[in-house]
């Protein structure tokens, strides 16, 4: 199978590394816009080769496009009208309802598998890719019906090659559902790096007093603004719903430190610490003391 | 060395385990108002046995005090009427203005050393003590001047035998500098699974979705709500300068968001980007990409 990554950043680059490992490309061709991403990945062996797109659509039996999602909506109609007709094109955007609603009535639709892959690091480039960054997680395949059967089952082998499990919704939903859990954690994330740049003159302070509980926090805000303004850009009504929420819940928690009222922040904690039932699997609300798994206290020591 | 260790949890626990371990302590005495917390303790034999304070403090050459500020405001003046002449006490709470000011003109406290070693997890618990949670880390003296010598001189030993760097500030400055980089990024993990919880009402949606991204941004929503009630309640008005900081910063990324403005969230977002220098030593204005040193590529890779 020849595939071509559209993007050879973080998640273009992980893609062909895990790809190739697993067999399901024998081949594998890079397009980038910049020349020296592409150098980077022909010295890593992400890709094969380096083509320019037009060439590469010929040549490919499917072409993953894992650039920002401002890049998608102009570059994945254009790869429609150039690609064979047995050929399969799978965007890896973080947005999916305005490319969804740009395909729409495409005569190759079919062709094409709107794809998000939850995944990622706050790093990015070529230098970034690393090996076994999909598996265990979660892969959502948006409106599937609208690809061509044999399109999906590529699809679906290519996430399950690298032990991804499948999710299936709209285009809609999905970015309702990222915008909830995924969007808002970055610009939370962004907007406590600028309140402590802001607040903490000092570098050797924040560098010092960091430790673990800062540093995890603070994580997403390295992530690549390009890559961030065009999510916000393409998802911006579901985030200002949920960028409320969060601005109400924690004027609240302000509301009550300010009152004197820390009973109410404990209270509001103890709801917060809901969270760990959900994604640890574990009671929230025991009286004492919480206590990691073992998976959990291996991840605690490799911290 | 005889080390009482009052209060098994997540920090004390974890003290005990590395001062048995690097031969700092030959006997650990544990002290814990839970019966559970010291029957757990003795299983996993962090310490040797468990005692009433009162005893515990006849039987030490140095006490670390690992419980909630609130408590310590109690128990350390407690303990000081209660030791020998050459006992040492050490607290390693989060916030040391309050008990700075309580202890000031105290007969005895020239024996007491206010410490904050900045480590931690999301756990709590004497099941949650894990090796080395210090190692590389730094931890904080406070007001060294008003501990007699000697006992400085053991808590930096202590501190060194855990491979912790020493920083020291007064206790003024201490509560100012945790709040800004320690305590902000608590209660905005809190809100964030607040907010999380509260729109995403799906639970499998929430697991499914998280990946690395929400899992690291909210992990801190897993803490110990009593511990944070006391924290937010000794440092409030610290802690309500940098939320209000907080608030400004992301009412402006939202108006930006509503306002269409996404050339504005970028350059917010390269200001946060600045924060990968200072924490990973590394250039935050790449104009292309950011690449993981080796060190964060095996971080990535332990992920």
Redesign the interface.
């Known amino acids: 199978m020849v595939v071509t990554v559209v993007g050879l950043?973080l998640i273009g680059g992980s893609l062909a590394l895990d790809l190739r490992a697993n067999g399901f490309a024998n081949s594998l061709i890079g397009v980038d816009q910049?020349a020296?991403?592409c150098q980077q990945a022909l010295d890593r062996n992400l890709v094969d080769k380096v083509l320019p797109l037009e060439q590469a659509c010929w040549e490919s039996d499917i072409i993953l496009l894992a650039i920002p999602v401002g890049a998608i909506v102009d570059v994945l109609p254009q790869v429609l009208t150039r690609i064979s007709k047995q050929c399969v094109v799978m965007d890896m955007g973080s947005t999916k309802e305005e490319i969804s609603r740009l395909l729409k009535g495409h005569s190759r639709r079919g062709r094409c598998v709107l794809a998000h892959p939850?995944?990622?690091?706050?790093?990015?480039?070529?230098?970034?890719a690393?090996?076994?960054l999909f598996q265990g997680?979660?892969a959502?395949i948006c409106d599937k019906e609208a690809s061509d059967p044999d399109a999906l089952k590529l699809a679906e082998r290519l996430f399950k090659s690298l032990f991804m499990?499948l999710?299936y919704m709209d285009a809609a939903s999905h970015d309702i559902?990222?915008a909830?859990?995924?969007h808002?954690?970055?610009?939370?994330?962004?907007?406590?790096?600028?309140?402590?740049?802001?607040?903490?003159k000092?570098?050797s302070?924040?560098?010092?007093?960091?430790?673990?509980?800062?540093?995890?926090?603070?994580?997403?805000?390295?992530?690549?603004?390009?890559m961030?303004?065009?999510v916000?850009?393409q998802n911006?009504s579901n985030?200002?719903?949920?960028?409320?929420?969060?601005?109400e819940?924690?004027?609240l928690?302000?509301e009550l430190?300010?009152s004197?009222d820390?009973?109410g922040?404990?209270?509001?904690?103890?709801?917060?610490?809901?969270?760990?039932r959900?994604?640890?699997g574990e009671e929230?609300d025991l009286p004492?003391?919480?206590?990691?798994t073992t998976k959990?206290?291996t991840?605690?020591?490799?911290?």
Chains 1, 2 share one sequence.
Do not use: C
């Open positions: 950043g910049s020296q991403h939850m995944a990622g690091t706050e790093y990015s480039g070529p230098m970034a690393v090996k076994n997680n979660a959502i499990h999710i559902h990222a909830y859990v995924s808002i954690s970055h610009i939370s994330s962004f907007v406590l790096s600028l309140t402590v740049l802001e607040k903490e000092s570098e302070t924040i560098f010092n007093l960091a430790s673990g509980g800062f540093a995890s926090t603070v994580r997403l805000a390295k992530s690549s603004p390009k961030w303004r065009d916000y850009q911006s985030i200002l719903d949920v960028l409320d929420e969060y601005i819940k924690i004027t928690f302000r430190i300010a004197g820390f009973d922040t404990q209270s509001l904690m103890k709801e917060a610490n809901e969270i760990r959900i994604l640890d929230a004492i003391s919480s206590s990691p959990q206290q991840l605690i020591s490799n911290r």
